[in-house]
Antibody, heavy 120, light 110 residues
Framework: QLQLQESGPGLVRPSETLSLTCSVS??????????WVWIRQPPGKGLEWLGT???????YYNPSLKSRVTISADTSKDQFSLNLRSVTAADTAVYYC????????????WGKGTTVAVSS | QSALTQPASVSGSPGQSITISCTGT?????????VSWYRQHPGKAPKLMIY???NRPSGVSIRFSGSKSGNTASLTISGLQAEDEADYYC??????????FGTGTKVTVL
């Protein structure tokens, strides 16, 4: 059964770069049947789509974050990563990684999420 | 891109039916049959309940159904149960090759 697990620092200082990794087990990110997605949820607020990557490296980003966000994939490790530069307190959130079936528009498998606080 | 509009809260008694609306624009909800719905219990990750407007993933109760008319999608929960008390979010693909979520609806079972 496919599982996704987010990992990374729980605390990031303002103006620094937030870096998270999503490890995929029970499957491979290299197959052409899925996209891989990052989503976040600030405390007490709704969900926000951050971006998507295909195993070829093709990426799609939320335009509100496009200048600060990079998503990459390491197919040899079945991992994909999120880098968010120049963070502020507004980037404090639970960050989720998820799987999106190719040719569809939904996220069918989610990680449990990891909490990241931005604070000095 | 602006979040899709959902009612902040909806409530119902056990056994009743409730409907949650999700209003977007002709560039997202109205342009594609791509609306999905997610249920989120406190402290938990979202769970897919409906995809492509009307489709239910394997394992999701038939009490959950989806529909769409114009720029507004809807999720109906029939035979409301205590376990349905949660936050619900809609999501749509957009004409800009991006995704936008709804503002979220808190469902309370009275």
């Amino acid at each position: 059964q496919l599982q996704l697990q987010e990992s990374g620092p729980g605390l990031v200082r303002p103006s620094e770069t937030l870096s998270l990794t999503c490890s995929v087990s029970g499957g491979s990110i290299s197959i052409n049947s899925y996209y891989w997605v990052w989503i976040r949820q600030p405390p007490g607020k709704g969900l926000e789509w951050l971006g998507t990557i295909y195993y070829t490296g093709r990426t799609y980003y939320n335009p509100s974050l496009k200048s600060r966000v990079t998503i990459s994939a390491d197919t040899s490790k079945d991992q994909f990563s999120l880098n968010l530069r120049s963070v502020t307190a507004a980037d404090t959130a639970v960050y989720y990684c998820a799987r999106q079936p190719f040719g569809h528009y939904h996220m069918d498998v989610w990680g449990k999420g990891t909490t990241v606080a931005v604070s000095s | 891109q602006s979040a899709l509009t959902q009612p902040a809260s909806v409530s119902g008694s056990p056994g009743q039916s409730i409907t949650i609306s999700c209003t977007g624009t002709s560039s997202d909800v109205g342009d594609y049959n791509s609306v999905s719905w997610y249920r989120q219990h406190p402290g938990k990750a979202p769970k897919l309940m409906i995809y492509d407007v009307t489709n239910r993933p394997s394992g999701v109760s038939i009490r959950f159904s989806g529909s769409k008319s114009g720029n507004t999608a809807s999720l109906t929960i029939s035979g409301l149960q205590a376990e349905d008390e949660a936050d619900y979010y809609c999501c749509s693909y957009t004409s800009s090759n991006t995704y936008v979520f709804g503002t979220g609806t808190k469902v309370t079972v009275l």
